[in-house]
Structure formats: C-alpha cells, structure tokens
C-alpha cells in the first residue's frame, strides 16, 4: 500500500519569503500522480499543483513549485513571496495513474503542514 | 466549472438516530465519488469510493452497514450514517471525479452526534 510521509507538522515563514514544505511517498507503481493540497480555515480543499510521475520537469504554477524526486520519493512544496494568504494547512497527496486498473482510486494524503506567515 | 456541493453543511442529531450527507457534482458528470473523513487537526483518510449504479467499495476498518453509500445517478451521491454515535462526529468531505479523471472536492460536512 502506498504511503505519504510529511515531517514538518508546522512551518514559519516571513512574509515576502521562500519556504518549503517537504513530503516523501512510498509506492510500488511506476504511474502515478502527485498533489499538493491547501485547506484553509474554512476546510475547502484547493488545489494547488499537480505532477504526473512520467514527467520529469517539476510542476510550477506562478509563485508555487515543486522539486519531484522520483527515485527518493520526494516532492517539495516551494512557497515564493508568501503572502498572508497562504496561511493554511498543505496537504502533500498520491493517487494512482488512471491506467493502472482496477477502476478509479481516492487519495491518499499526508498528516499535513500547518503553515504560518509571519506579517 | 467542477463545482461539487455537500449538503447540509453542518448537522447536529442525537445518538442513535441516522444521519444523511449529499453530494452533488453541480456542472459534469461523475460516474465515481469518494467519500473522506477527517477529525480534527488530522488528514483526510478515505472511506469509500462510489460508483454510479453499482455497490460501494469500503476501504479496510470501515463499517459498511454503518455508512450506507448510494449513488443513484451521475451527479449524486448520499453517505448516511446509521444508529449514530459520538465517536461519528467528524468532518466529512466528499468528491467528484470527472471525466478528465481530476478530483473535485465538495466543502465538507461537520457531524455532531450528541
């Protein structure tokens, strides 16, 4: 079965900085996705980005951006500029490719990363 | 585009009494929903995945007679939780897999069971 690991349950930035988040996974698959997830306050899961395992350049998405590692199982979240909107938790997530089989599958999801901006 | 509601959003009930959460994919079709938990300050942890017109498939530890999934059609789906207990009370969250295969979460249902 396929896990999600996320060390950091909080993180601090300062405004205007950079921050990581870091996630690693565990699967025998070779196709699969992997996501990054915000959950504010009000708990509406938003996605933030999206990367296809078999693609090797990292996913970015204006001031978000990750570095997948796919032989050490690794996909970073990096935050350019936070801004105070940003604050929430990050969720990291895997699902399996579409072709896999055995029909559609949910995500599995890390513990999470509360992050905090500092104005 | 993708708009999936959950409705109520918030539900009080008393022990023992049952309990059900809608999910609707507002603007596309979705033959497959998934239905998450999440206590709080945790993760979401899947429950069970919904398919239009067919049996719900529970993830292991999950009570089947205890939350009954039916998906009646393309754009709903219901969980109901029976002979509810406080340790139920959680936030549910559900989503919709559209056509593209993307996932798209609903706002969530919290559960207090009293």
């Known amino acids: 079965a396929q896990t999600v690991t996320q060390s950091q349950p909080e993180m601090s930035v300062q405004e205007a900085e950079t921050v990581t988040l870091s996630c690693t996974y565990d699967?025998?698959?070779?196709?699969?996705?992997l996501f990054w997830y915000k959950q504010p306050p009000s708990r509406q899961m938003i996605l933030v980005i999206r990367?296809?395992?078999?693609?090797?350049q990292n996913a970015t998405e204006n001031r978000f951006s990750v570095n997948f590692q796919k032989a050490a199982k690794s996909f970073s979240l990096k935050i350019s500029d936070s801004q105070l909107g940003d604050a929430a938790m990050y969720f990291c997530?895997?699902?399996?490719?579409?072709?896999?089989?055995?029909?559609?599958?949910?995500?599995?999801f890390g513990k999470g990363t509360h992050l905090i901006i500092q104005p | 585009g993708a708009v999936v509601s959950q409705h109520p959003s918030w539900v009080i009930c008393k022990s023992g009494t049952s309990v059900k959460i809608e999910c609707r994919s507002l603007?596309?079709?979705?033959?497959?929903m998934f239905w998450y938990r999440q206590f709080p300050k945790q993760s979401l942890m899947l429950m069970a995945t919904?398919?239009?017109?067919?049996?719900?498939?529970?993830e292991q530890g999950v009570e089947k007679d205890k939350f009954l999934i039916n998906h009646a059609s393309l754009t709903l789906s219901t969980l109901t939780v029976t002979s509810a207990h406080p340790e139920d009370s959680s936030f549910y969250i559900c989503?919709?897999?559209?056509?593209?295969?993307?996932?798209?979460f609903g706002p969530g249902t919290r559960l207090t069971v009293t």
């Open positions: 603007d596309f079709q979705a033959t497959t």
């Open positions: 699967t025998s698959e070779s196709d699969y996705y």
């Open positions: 997530a895997y699902r399996r490719a579409d072709n896999s089989g055995g029909g559609a599958d949910g995500l599995t």
């Open positions: 989503s919709a897999r559209a056509l593209n295969y993307e996932q798209y």
């Open positions: 919904s398919n239009e017109g067919s049996k719900a498939t529970y």
């Open positions: 990367q296809e395992a078999y693609k090797q």
